[in-house]
Each structure stands twice: as structure tokens, then as C-alpha cells.
């Protein structure tokens, strides 16, 4: 398994997040806790959980998802949420496909696909920031205008074969580990997305906007370029998953990663990020991406029905959601008399 | 702090991003530069079958339909997972609760993980699934395909549920049976370019073309196009415009059933034959109700029970995948494998008013 980037400790005391509800309890630390105990209960339980096989599939296979969710940790913690990320792949991939069958170089597709990710992005950014639009209802809405865009592009061919050099590195370990080159290129993002949320002034102006967006503004803070940039970060990152989706599965499809949105979100607030904004750490995401993946992984190999998956999976969201606010309710009870 | 930057570092990383696609334009990595590249080899390529092998016992078999819950392949995969215990062996069936190109993918991860002795597959994408297999076949696990064939080069075999001849053909054996071999027929079909359809019609018309139907004449060719609405006006329609037709094939389960549905309510009814290709859930009513007597498709437990004996034969050694080698498929007799592979099912199924209760899908 690879090592938490970024351990889930404390938020350099930000002073949005001083007085969250996360104080007596924290979450991102309950989740790493819980996914050490699902790793320990799987190798001790399921014979091949705990390979070096198996967990390198695993987390290649987490790969696409832990990527689009840096950039929506980023984007949930200013309280905005980005849901067309996976039509956003899709697109990306449908593209690559047909590119590649029109006879384009592999090394022109690549970054000519992440630059149509960027305008994808600047388009949810420009009608969020400009407009003035609910990102919820602008993303549902180019949720399905992307990935319509990528059936218009590849309709519902399938094309494959490509480079093997290229297949290999989303697919291959790094040399002398069980680290898939995609995992490598997470850990690398997620320490330096990590270092930027927790560590720099610019971090804190993300919890600022989502903790007090007018605060923020009056505090200086450019909110509307700081969520354009955010919406755009988030488009190019899911296009470069969408071509590293393509080529870890060897098949350009207009319904590649349908759906793996809802999977990036489960897991940004499993790890423990207000959906309200202003609160989360970019550690509690990675071990919500790991505890998602590996628990799905384990279930599998116990021949776990999908249904009861899926049920364990939501029950799991809901609880996540639920804890922290209990607590807090809880908290305030028994403050309320003695006050 | 973060205004200055932004613009500027946005437009830098598109040019860059640019200028390194432009630069790469000379002489990349192309579709025409790497179309040579040669095809996986197989690894179980140096085995050697022994036909006589007896059939292991406790063979760990699983089948990784399209997708779990659908009637099809849950039928399919029941009659392969009790096929499995007359050769003694485990079977299981896994899968996905959706149909999409890479959801199989974590479970052909998870069945080499429990090292199952053959992997039984329906491919939702013939590529997508081709990585994976690959890697457990060099596991030493055997890859059987069925209903939906994988990459030929990442399966050791496929289970075709039907040839297209045996299709085309029966259907006009049928039909002629159900006439007395004599009048005017017509062919209601999916789209005008439909390849398995448009395939199956030209054995027809081989078929037709036998000096025994020599009575019987194609007036017409009608597409419906797949679309309910569509197929049931073409009925209408042809049989407004030959009012002496006798009978009609319908090679597409949404043509057969909107036909059925159009002659059921009008004064055709028992006057024209209509058969062809449906499931028994569309046509039951149309068959009790003696609008058809009887249609084709495949069985699906049967060719969940063939591919399981199939599995048996390769984690046994009995067979290799290479074209000419037989095993015994227990009830359904010796099989031998053509081309490519492939293992055919049979003729077509037939389903009538006595058997028709027997099958929900």
C-alpha cells in the first residue's frame, strides 16, 4: 500500500477551521484509522488481498478516481463541486479515439485532449463565476452536454490498439515497486496539492471562500478568478484521466468512466470535506479514496453481491456525513445547560 | 496573490501544452506507425493437449456475465454453474451490476486473486477486458468466451451460440414446414444495414433457391428497422400490399414481436405464418394465443452448459484452443473447435406452445 502523502494531521490551525465540528471528533482521522482496519482485517482474513498483485491492481485501478479528486478536494473546500468531471473523461477519451483513428500522432493527441479539458473547465468556471450560476446545476447541465459531445464524436465505436509504449506506462509498475506509473504521478500531485491546501497563503484562501465567501472578497481575496481556476484545474486533470483511462483499458469509448463521478465525490466526503465549503483535509480524501477502493476490492474477493457493495459503500457515505454533525448537535446539548 | 499569476501561467501551459503537440506532428507516434505491432502471444501456445486427460475433479470455474440480473445470462450462467457439478467441479457466478466496457475488469483481477481454474466471460468490450485476461492466462488460467466474444487473442476459446448459416437456413426450413412449401413469403428485417441480419437473409435466399422451395417466392424484403412502432406499420403494410402472402420471417426480436402484435389484432390472423427470431417472454402471448406457432433463437442453457464443458476440457489438458481438437460436452455429445477458436452451439433453438413455458427471458 502506498504511504499517506500527506498524513491526515491537524489543519495548520486555520482559523476558519478553529471551532469546526471537527474538533472532538475527526473525521479524516476515524477514516484513516478505519481503512488500516480494513487493510488489517483484509490480510488477515482474504488469502491474495494483501498480494503485492492485488494491491497494486487496486490502487491502479483508484488511479483516475484519486486524480479527479485532488482537484475536487480543492474545489469542494471552496464550496463549489464540479460534476461533469467524468463526462469530462468521457469526452477526453472519445476524443483520443478518434484522433488516434484518424491517424494523429499519439503525442499530439495528448496534449491537444487536455487543452479541450481546460476549456471544458473554463466553460463551468465562466458560467459559475460569471453568470453567477449554481455550480451544482452548471455541471449537472454539462454533465450531460460533455458526454453527449462524446458520442457525437465517437458515437458508440469502440477503437483500440494503441502504442504499447503508451498502454505501458498506465498500465506498468515503477521499475522495482508495485506502484502503477499513475499511482506514482498521484502521490507526486497529491503532496504537491497537500503542501498548497494546508501550507500557503493560497491554500487558506480556499478555506476562506468556502468558510465566508463575502468575508473572503472584502479580505481580498479574488474569489471569482481563484473558482475559475479552480473549475479549470479540475477539466484539465479530468481530461489527463480520461487519456490515462483510455490507455489503462486499451478501448477509446464515448461512455468511458460513466458515472465515476459520484465515486470522486463519495470519496471527497468520506474524507471528511464539509459539502458546505470551508472545512476538510486533503489527507482525509486520500484515505476516502484508499478506504473506498479497498473495501470494494475486499468485498470482491469475498464474492460479495454488487448490490451489497453498493449498500455498503452508501451506508458508509451516509455515516460519514452524518457523524460529524451528531456530534456537534451532541456537543451542544451539553454545553446548553451548563452555559 | 494569486491574480498576477494566473493569467499568465494559464496561457503558458496551453502554449506549451501546444507547441509540444506541434512538435510531435513530425514524427510521433502513430495509428499507421505502431499498426505492425504484433498481437500478444499466447501463452498457453506451447501446451500440448491430451485428449485422453480425464476431467480434473474440483475444477474452480467462474462466469463474469455482461452483467449480473439480467434474465439472458443469468439463465446462461445457472445451467453452466450445474453443468459445472456433473464434472464435480465449483462454479460461481460474478459480475457487474452495470454493462459498461471496464466494469469487468476488478473482477477478472479478483477471480486471478482466488485463482479460479477458468475465467467463463460474455465481453462488454472485446479490448477492454484483453489486459487483464491476458494477465491470467498467464496465470495458467483458461479463458473461455461466450454470448460476446473477447479479443481472440486473449481467450483460449468462444462459445458462438449459433452459425449464421444454421440461422439463416432453419428459419426457411421452418416457414416452408409451416406453409405446406408453397406461396408468397416476405422477410421483415431490422435496419437495411444490419450485419447479422442482412448475413442471415442471404442464406435465406441460399436456402430458397433449392429446387424443394421452388413454390415459394420472396416478394419482399421490409425493413422496421429495430424501432417497435416502424416494424409493426411495415407489417401492416406488407400485408396490405399482398393480400396472398402467406408467411412472414422476422430475424429480429423486435421485429417478430411487433409482426406478432399487428397479425394477433387484425383478420390475418391463423391466415398468415410468422416466425423468425424472438425470446420466449416477448412471443409467449402470441403463442398461446396461436398467432405463432413457433420461432427460433438459441438455447441459453445450453450454451451456458457447453461453455462450462469447454472450461472443464482446457484446465483439464483435454484441449488447447487449437482448431480440430474435440472434447465431450456431456449431454450435447462430442464438440469440435473450428477456426479462430470458436466452438459453434448448434442449430437454432425452436420454441413452440410446449416448451415456451420452460424458459423467462
Redesign the interface.
Known sequence: MAPDPIPAAPVPASAVNRGGAGRFLRWDVLVTALLIAVFLGGASTS???A?V??LS??LG?LGEIALIALAMTLLVVAAEVDLSVASVLGLSSALVGAL??A??????????V??VG?VCGLVNGLLVTRLGLPSLAVTIGTLALYRGLAYVVLGDR?V????????SLA?DNVPGTPIPYPVALFALLAVVTGVVLHAT??GR?LFAIGAQEEAAFFAG??VK??KL?LF?LSGTVAAFAGVI?TLR???A?A?????IELAVIAAVLLGGVDFDGGKGTLGGVIAGVLLIGLL??LL??N?V???IQ?IVTGLLLIVSVLTPRLAALVRRRRRAPAV | MVKITTRRFASSVVVSLLALGLAACGGGTTKDSTSAAPAAPAPSAAASADPDAPVKEGLKLAFLPKQINNPYETIVDNAGIEAAKEFKGEAKEVGPSDASASSQISYINTLIQQRQDAILIAANDANAVCGPLQQARSKGIKIVAYDSDASKDCRDLFINQASSEEVGRSQVRMLSEMIGGKGDIAILSATANATNQNTWIDFMKQELAKPEYKDIKLVKVAYGDDDDQKSFQETQGLLQAYPDLKGIISPTTVGISAAARYISGSQYKGKVVLTGLGTPNQMRQFVKDGTVREFALWNPKDLGYLASYAAAALASGQITGAEGETFKAGRLGERTIGKDGEVILGPPFVFDEGNIDDFDF
Do not use: H
Open positions: 488469502t491474495g488481498f498480494s498483485d492485488n491492481f487496486a485501478d488516434w483513428d491517424g494523429m500522432a499519439i503525442e499530439t493527441i495528448i496534449p491537444l487536455v487543452v481546460m469502440a483500440a490498439q494503441f502504442p504499447p509504449g503508451y498502454v498500465v497563503g493560497a484562501a481575496i479574488r478568478r481563484v481556476v479549470v483511462y483499458y486499451g478501448s469509448r461512455d468511458n468512466g460513466l458515472g470494494r476490492n470482491m474477493l464474492d453481491a454488487t448490490e453498493s
